[in-house]
């Protein structure tokens, strides 16, 4: 069986004075720079000025995101599943403004969806429908190309982490999970391998986490006492458990490797093999 390894690289900085610079795969206009020719070197993306001072950057397989300090969201590149949020756009070479009446305070992209959090800590998210990973009622879902609504948190969000086919989010100390958890990515047990409705992950006991990341098909928690726990898949030492842990966790694991230091952030990448 030959396994072909799509890697899509897209590399964005931006500078103190507020210029933003890509390089990278362009296919779908996801630099941002008025085309799909793809650049081996940086070249600025003129939409954003000194009055736009850019305070996240997010990408997801062909999309990219800039959220500006004031609140405002951009997002451009491929819409082929209403990833950014532009109706039925099929996708959009320069940065284009998300507009959902309030301003915006986090952005996060998966593989074909993403999720915002608004100022007031409302959690809203877009694009591919697929295995709940929207966490929308089946109403909504007809309005999947633009941001919904994701009522089933009670309390306000305040950060959000989406994955290929997941999405984690983080609400008081508290975390939910919702969409494809068959390799145990959403820490739920081994009883629920995909819901459309927002769960908390009650394996934690009282620890509270004040940081989260997902990659394709794991998750990593932080404590706010610096402890990181991981679930998911486990191929290829992902987990960050040790070689004799290979195999997928469904609940959150504590990473007894990194006891010796506090842990502060994490981040996750994805691979997509096909």
Same mark, same amino acid.
């Given at each position: 069986m030959?396994?072909?390894?799509?890697?899509?690289?897209?590399?964005?900085?931006? =500078? $103190?004075? +507020?210029n933003?610079?890509?390089? %990278?795969? /362009? #296919?779908e206009? &996801?630099? !941002? *720079? @008025?085309?799909?020719?793809?650049?081996?070197a940086?070249?600025l993306?003129?939409?954003?000025t000194?009055?736009?001072?850019?305070?996240?950057?997010?990408a997801?397989?062909?999309?990219?995101?800039?959220? =500006? $300090?004031? +609140?405002?969201l951009?997002?451009? %590149?491929d /819409? #082929?599943?209403g &990833?950014? !949020? *532009? @109706?039925?756009?099929?996708?959009?070479c320069?940065?284009?403004?998300v507009d959902?009446?309030?301003?915006?305070?986090?952005?996060s992209?998966?593989?074909?969806?993403?999720?915002?959090?608004?100022?007031?800590g $409302?959690?809203?998210?877009?694009g591919?429908s697929?295995n709940g990973?929207?966490?929308l009622?089946?109403?909504?879902?007809?309005?999947?190309r633009?941001p919904?609504l994701?009522?089933?948190i009670?309390?306000?969000?305040?950060?959000?982490?989406?994955?290929?086919?997941?999405?984690?989010a983080?609400?008081?100390?508290?975390v939910?999970?919702?969409?494809?958890?068959?390799?145990g990515?959403?820490g739920?047990?081994?009883?629920?391998f995909?819901?459309s409705e927002?769960?908390?992950?009650?394996?934690l006991g009282?620890q509270?986490?004040?940081?989260?990341?997902?990659?394709e098909n794991?998750?990593?928690?932080?404590t706010?006492n610096?402890?990181?726990?991981?679930?998911?898949?486990?191929?290829?030492?992902?987990?960050?458990?040790?070689?004799?842990?290979y195999t997928?966790?469904?609940?959150?694991t504590?990473?007894?490797?990194?006891?010796?230091?506090?842990?502060?952030?994490?981040?996750?990448?994805y691979l997509?093999?096909?």
């Amino acid at each position: 069986m030959v396994i072909n390894v799509l890697i899509l690289v897209v590399i964005f900085f931006c =500078t $103190e004075k +507020g210029n933003l610079y890509a390089t %990278g795969g /362009n #296919s779908e206009g &996801q630099l !941002g *720079l @008025g085309g799909t020719e793809e650049r081996s070197a940086f070249h600025l993306v003129n939409y954003f000025t000194s009055q736009h001072k850019i305070k996240q950057l997010a990408a997801g397989s062909y999309t990219s995101a800039a959220l =500006t $300090e004031d +609140g405002q969201l951009f997002m451009w %590149g491929d /819409n #082929s599943e209403g &990833q950014i !949020g *532009l @109706g039925n756009e099929a996708n959009a070479c320069v940065p284009h403004q998300v507009d959902v009446g309030k301003p915006v305070f986090w952005i996060s992209c998966g593989y074909y969806h993403s999720a915002l959090i608004t100022c007031d800590g $409302e959690l809203y998210t877009f694009g591919e429908s697929d295995n709940g990973k929207l966490g929308l009622s089946l109403e909504q879902l007809k309005n999947n190309r633009v941001p919904q609504l994701v009522s089933g948190i009670p309390r306000r969000v305040n950060k959000v982490a989406c994955g290929g086919g997941h999405t984690v989010a983080l609400a008081g100390g508290e975390v939910f999970t919702f969409g494809l958890g068959q390799y145990g990515q959403l820490g739920l047990g081994t009883f629920i391998f995909e819901t459309s409705e927002p769960k908390m992950v009650d394996h934690l006991g009282k620890q509270k986490i004040c940081n989260i990341a997902s990659g394709e098909n794991h998750t990593a928690l932080i404590t706010e006492n610096g402890l990181m726990y991981t679930f998911g898949d486990g191929r290829h030492g992902k987990l960050g458990l040790g070689k004799e842990k290979y195999t997928n966790q469904f609940v959150p694991t504590l990473c007894s490797n990194f006891l010796r230091f506090t842990v502060h952030l994490v981040s996750l990448h994805y691979l997509s093999l096909q």
